[in-house]
């Protein structure tokens, strides 16, 4: 519930603070000195959207704070709204999301004004109710159709797809084919285009290249005056020595690997020097092929690799367009199971639905003789949709007759005001059993009505509030009566601003206003007996 209020700088408020009681909070005052401001002050406090403009004018930011406890424990919401447009939340002392301020609040109020009248004229809002009234038994009933329809509408949008994609799919088939016959054709392997380009430098400068084999070798041919001979002739003379010292035993080895490594040096020129030839076709054979390679490559990639991926991925992109059919096939069967099992699952949900639209329909009906309609027939009608949707196969609609013998029509055709904010009563009276929030703020609860139907009216807040914290606004003496706690909000005004408070009412105080409301401004000992007589027979 919830137990302390504080606005300052809010609109026309400039600082105030409100202890809410148990049972009945009636909060009442003149047209225009700011009660539905209170209500605003509470919505931004369970969550609801600010900006800017709540600021009161001249000050720098506004701030709510709200006091309430939910299961044994205690919460503080704060929020701060600057006049630069900066919005901070915070629960007991630490700043949090809006949207963690809303999960809570969803909790801890259910605030109830004209746009919830407006929403109980909107069928869309029907089938809501009918699913909240028998939670237990719709909520595994509708997490099943839930799966089911998430099932479908996967299966449906992939054949979908498949199928407008059917006509691109077999062009595109076409042109991988293309693509692929031409890199097959090539077929390069991985790093080829570097040997190409190697074999033909070497080939396009054998003249060059022949030339310094040559050179090299002449020195290293086989004759008696070659570098070899002469290093063969001191390999020997170091031998000779080896054994008179570790010294030359260590110059000879060092000598016999440079000696033996020039052999191996010439052996590598002389296989060099017999390999080279020029070979114009040759030539032509290799520039032509890496030709093909480059094309390939400005084509599908900057690198043979690149090549060879695209191959690889076009390969199973044509792999399944060929199996388009077979896959068409797979597709339609399994979407005709999903449908056949959606269509189960929507069915088990009408038929759970009918019985909360029937027996949910008797409870607000009951509570409408008790609202003074005495002859009202209420029915929550449940039909099929035009197709199943996300919310499921049906439809829901409130028919209402709420004279004797006029048989039942739309609600949204025949309901007057008041008569709205009385079903809407009735409604919330059912709900408020099963939906375990322990506060709920009424603004425009009175609208269009009066007289004995306000005196029902107040009466049955009263019964409500013995099961829940009520807040509500109000301007009928009728329900001003029937408080637990009477609270005025007054609007006073100076040479430069407006300023507006809210009292908590003494016993005497409730006397006044309630005569207030009955009389006018002038309270007479008249109206302060009859403001008495309402209260006495109220409680």
């Known amino acids: 519930m919830i137990q302390h209020l504080l606005i300052q700088n809010f609109a026309i408020i400039e600082n105030t603070e409100i202890e809410f009681e148990d049972g009945l909070n009636i909060i009442t005052g003149e047209t225009g000195s700011g009660k539905s401001i209170v209500i605003e002050a509470v919505s931004l406090a369970l969550g609801a959207r600010a900006d800017s403009s709540f600021v009161r004018s001249g000050k720098d930011k506004a701030v709510i704070q709200l006091a309430a406890s939910l299961d044994g424990q205690d919460y503080v919401i704060t929020r701060e709204i600057s006049a630069t447009g900066k919005n ?54 509708r997490a099943e159709f839930d799966t089911a329809y998430a099932a479908y509408k996967e299966s449906r949008g992939q054949l979908d797809t498949l199928l407008k994609s059917e006509k691109e799919s077999r062009k595109q088939a076409d ?27 070497i080939l396009q400068n054998s003249e060059k290249i022949f030339s310094a084999v040559e050179s090299a070798y002449g020195p290293l041919d086989e004759n008696e005056f070659n570098v070899l001979s002469s ?38 020129i002389a296989g060099i020097r017999e390999q080279i030839s020029f070979r114009p076709e040759e030539l032509d054979k290799l520039i032509s092929r890496l030709d093909q390679i480059d094309e390939l490559k400005k084509k599908y990639g900057g690198s043979i690799g690149d090549v060879l991926a695209y191959r690889d991925r076009i390969q199973q992109e044509l792999s399944q367009l060929e199996n388009f059919d077979e896959l068409r096939g797979t597709l ?88 709205i904010s009385r079903i809407m009563l009735a409604i919330k009276n059912i709900t408020g059993t099963y939906d375990k929030i322990p506060t709920m703020i009424f603004d425009e ?54 300023y507006t408070h809210v009292d908590r009412l003494d016993e005497e105080a409730t006397v006044d206003e309630i005569a207030r409301l009955l009389g006018g401004e002038i309270i007479t000992e008249t109206t302060r007996r009859s403001a008495r007589e309402l209260i006495s027979g109220k409680k």
Not at 181 to 189: C, N, S
Not at 354 to 368: M, N
Not at 467 to 487: E, F, K, M, R, V
């Open 445 to 498: 609860i009175d609208a269009g009505i009066s007289g004995i139907t306000a005196s029902i009216v107040g009466r049955k807040l009263r019964e409500i509030s013995s099961s829940h914290q009520i807040i509500c606004i109000t301007h009928l003496p009728q329900i001003a009566a029937c408080g637990n706690a009477n609270y005025r909000i007054c609007k006073e005004t100076d040479a430069n601003s407006t």
């Open 231 to 268: 290093m063969g002739n001191i390999q020997s003379s170091l031998e000779s020595i080896r054994n008179f010292s570790r010294e030359f035993a260590e110059t000879a080895d060092i000598f016999n690997d440079a000696y033996y490594g020039l052999q191996d040096v010439a052996a590598r």
């Open 175 to 201: 042109f991988y084919r293309f693509e692929l016959a031409e890199i097959q054709r090539v077929d390069p392997a991985p790093e080829e285009d570097e040997e190409l380009t190697e074999q033909i430098a």
């Open 88 to 141: 901070l939340c915070r629960l007991n002392g630490q700043l949090v999301t809006l949207g963690e301020i809303s999960a809570l609040a969803s909790r801890i109020a259910d605030i109830h004004g004209q746009y919830d009248n407006q929403n109980l004229r909107d069928p869309r809002q029907h089938l809501a109710l009918v699913d909240q009234y028998r939670d237990a038994e719709i909520s595994p009933l």
């Open 332 to 419: 339609e069967q399994e979407t005709k199971q999903r449908l056949r099992a959606l269509r189960t699952s929507a069915a088990a949900l009408t038929g759970a639905r009918q019985a909360s639209a029937e027996a949910l329909g008797q409870a607000i009906e009951a509570e409408l003789h008790d609202l003074n309609f005495d002859s009202a027939r209420f029915e929550i009608r449940i039909s099929a949709a035009p197709a199943i949707s996300a919310e499921g196969g049906d439809e829901a609609e409130i028919l209402i007759s709420t004279n004797r013998g006029e048989p039942l029509k739309p609600l949204i055709r025949v309901a007057s005001g008041g008569e």
